[in-house]
């Protein structure tokens, strides 16, 4: 009797253990898996702890500079940087308060009458799915962002919930995410013949956070040290998440403010993409590797292939999350070709590539013959050479703000792909034009000077991202370079037709700050 109970014991003692080790054990590992990755359904974030770091305010200061003094923060304080605009009117706001947020509680409403109708689809079907509970606050940072855009810039120079935008995309929840409207446009139909592919070849998804706010996410497709290959098209180069970083940082450090918030974030793609995705399309594109790593690809026909995939490690990847701007339905933006457009074939040329007259053309066309559009150009061919993108073929403007309106600074995956070369086509309209604003002269000349260099506030600056080094030390220094470029561009046009006719003063001066800054800068 007692040898048959020792034996019962010794054999529910072995079932006990293989249960444990072959279910609950895996289970457990499982479950452990996704919860330290960052899934969603267990409500917690930590895909920002893989770096050991959190995002740094742009207020304080950071640990490379707490022995000295902050360039970057000396830099914002400098008179150029605290020009005093105009009262804003009424109508120099992009939206008000109450139409805003109106429309964002019926988008809320539809979210989650939709969500309840999922959910109970999917109970139908005997499927559990996380419910993605939204929480939506007036005063969220988005909302704050999207509140605080006016005819000048996107962002008041002093806007501090700009700093919490970017604490949000990083580590909010994402409670949905689903490929982005221009690529659902393509509905996968897309024409292998063209020579410069749409937007389905770049693979970059419109994730939706917990608080309602909305962000594009481009994963990385190259690596910090790789540059783009010399014999590589401009419409055919990658689109780098860490070139999207690093132009919002340099649209701010140039004070243009025309660059929507973009950080950068690592991305747990099963539980943050396919476990929260409505989108069977998306659903779709998910596979596992040879490597045991999760990857997806965009649906478009000719990158439906393994090959163009993109692939976490194995479910990490990391990536540029982009604030949107208001939808269009409540903030029309329209789309311009660049007068400086380039020819998307192999062999063409655009008539400014051939005519140095070219801008006496233009500057006979609406709406460059008059105000500040033409001058808002030169900003932006500044900008793209200093980060080496060849890629400007439109740029959009907020209807309401019309011909004054500024210019946005949208998709710069393109640039920074070569730091050993400097794309002096680029500044085209700079040479031909000679002309540029008077504050975008005094705020470059500041720059080149040892104790606001470029290449160090940048660096100071992207060292507040959580996935730093964002750039690598030589495309540091090619900003420093390039700098120095366009200044001596500027001053053979101010030799050969002077300053008055190419220096436009664009400010008006506020209690004698800014005259001892341009007293600082001349000469």
């Not at 253990?17 to 919860?35: E, G, I, K, N, Q």
């Amino acid at each position: 009797m007692r040898r048959d109970r020792f034996l019962l014991a010794v054999t529910l003692t072995t079932v006990l253990a293989a249960d444990v080790y072959f279910v609950l054990l895996p289970r457990l590992r499982a479950w452990y898996h996704l919860s330290r990755n960052g899934c969603t359904c267990q409500g917690v974030n930590v895909s920002i702890e893989y770096r050991g770091q959190t995002f740094q305010k742009w207020t304080s200061g950071n640990n490379a500079t707490s022995e000295q003094e902050s360039k970057l923060e000396r830099l914002f304080s400098h008179p150029l940087y605290n020009i005093r605009l105009p009262e804003l009117a009424p109508d120099e706001r992009l939206l008000e308060e109450e139409e805003l947020m109106g429309y964002y509680r019926r988008k809320v409403t539809r979210w989650e009458r939709q969500q309840k109708l999922y959910v109970e689809a999917a109970a139908a079907s005997n499927i559990s799915i996380p419910e993605q509970p939204v929480t939506f606050d007036p005063n969220a940072s988005w909302l704050k962002f999207h509140l605080g855009i006016n005819r000048y810039a996107l962002y008041s120079r002093d806007d501090r919930s700009i700093d919490r935008l970017l604490h949000d995309m990083q580590s909010a929840n994402i409670i949905s995410a689903d490929y982005t409207q221009d690529e659902k446009a393509l509905k996968g139909a897309c024409d292998c013949s063209q020579v410069v592919k749409p937007s389905g070849h770049h693979l970059k998804l419109a994730l939706k956070l917990q608080d309602f706010g909305k962000a594009m996410f481009k994963p990385m497709r190259q690596e910090r040290h790789e540059e783009t290959p010399e014999d590589f098209f401009y419409f055919v180069d990658f689109q780098r998440h860490n070139a999207e970083i690093a132009s919002f940082h340099l649209d701010r450090v140039l004070d243009f403010r025309r660059v929507p918030p973009v950080v950068g974030r690592l991305i747990n793609v099963t539980g943050e993409i396919l476990y929260t995705t409505h989108s069977d399309d998306l659903r779709s594109v998910f596979f596992t590797s040879p490597a045991n790593n999760t990857c997806f690809f965009a649906k478009c026909l000719y990158v439906c292939k393994t090959e163009y995939a993109v692939c976490g490690h194995p479910d990490l990847l990391e990536g540029s999350m982009s604030a949107y701007l208001p939808g269009l339905s409540i903030a029309p933006r329209i789309s311009i070709p660049n007068p400086w457009i380039r020819s998307y074939t192999f062999t063409g040329r655009e008539e400014w590539e051939v005519n140095p007259a070219y801008c006496d053309t233009i500057k006979g066309l609406y709406p460059y013959s008059s105000g500040n559009r033409l001058l808002n150009i030169i900003d932006m061919t500044i900008f793209d050479f200093l980060t080496g993108n060849m890629d400007r073929h439109h740029y959009e403007i907020f209807t309401k703000f019309g011909d004054e309106g500024f210019l946005l600074h949208l998709d710069n995956a393109r640039g920074f792909g070569r730091h050993s070369h400097d794309e002096m086509s680029i500044l085209a309209p700079l040479t031909q034009c000679c002309i540029i604003k008077r504050s975008t002269l005094l705020r470059l000349r500041l720059l080149a000077r040892p104790e606001y260099r470029l290449s160090d506030v940048m660096r100071e600056s992207l060292g507040r991202d959580s996935l730093m080094p964002i750039l690598t030390e030589p495309h540091l220094q090619a900003l420093d370079r390039r700098l120095g470029r366009v200044l001596k561009t500027v001053g053979r046009c101010v030799k050969k037709l002077g300053e008055a006719q190419v220096v436009v003063t664009d400010f008006v001066a506020s209690s004698g700050a800014t005259e001892r800054g341009d007293e600082g800068q001349s000469g």
